[in-house]
């Protein structure tokens, strides 16, 4: 089985900052795309970036300019660097894994965190 344990959200007022951390663990072979998204009360989950095992970013238009994800794949974390926060930036945002496991490394399967809240005050 895989883990993932998402850290670092939090109560912030309008302009600051959070830096997200997820951390895979468990039986990984290895990790293919890792990303955050997030979820709104009363809205659907929606992509907030990811980030591909060679790096290759892709990021949501609203937070493009703001945010950054990075990855240490030594690790299996990825983070998600927010900047510039505003209320609309509050939700509980979910890590998300693409992951071939040791038992059956020829497969992919996605893994999800339980999610962390983030709340911007404005």
């Known amino acids: 089985q895989v883990q993932l344990v998402e850290s670092g959200g939090g109560l912030v007022q309008a302009g600051g900052s959070l830096r997200l951390s997820c951390a895979a663990s468990?039986?990984?072979?290895?990790?293919?795309?890792m990303g955050w998204y997030r979820q709104a009360p009363g809205k659907q989950r929606e992509l907030v970036a990811s980030?591909?095992?060679?790096?290759?970013?892709n990021y949501a238009d609203s937070v493009k300019g703001r945010f950054t994800i990075s990855r240490d794949n030594a690790e299996n974390t990825v983070y998600l660097q927010m900047n510039d926060l505003n209320p609309e930036d509050t939700a509980v945002y979910y890590c998300?894994?693409?992951?071939?496991?040791?038992?059956?490394?020829?497969?992919?399967?996605?893994?999800w965190g339980r999610g962390t809240q983030v709340t911007i005050s404005s």
């Open positions: 998300n894994a693409d992951v071939r496991t040791r038992t059956i490394p020829v497969a992919s399967f996605s893994y």
């Open positions: 468990g039986s990984i072979f290895t990790i293919n795309a």
């Open positions: 980030v591909t095992r060679g790096g290759t970013t």
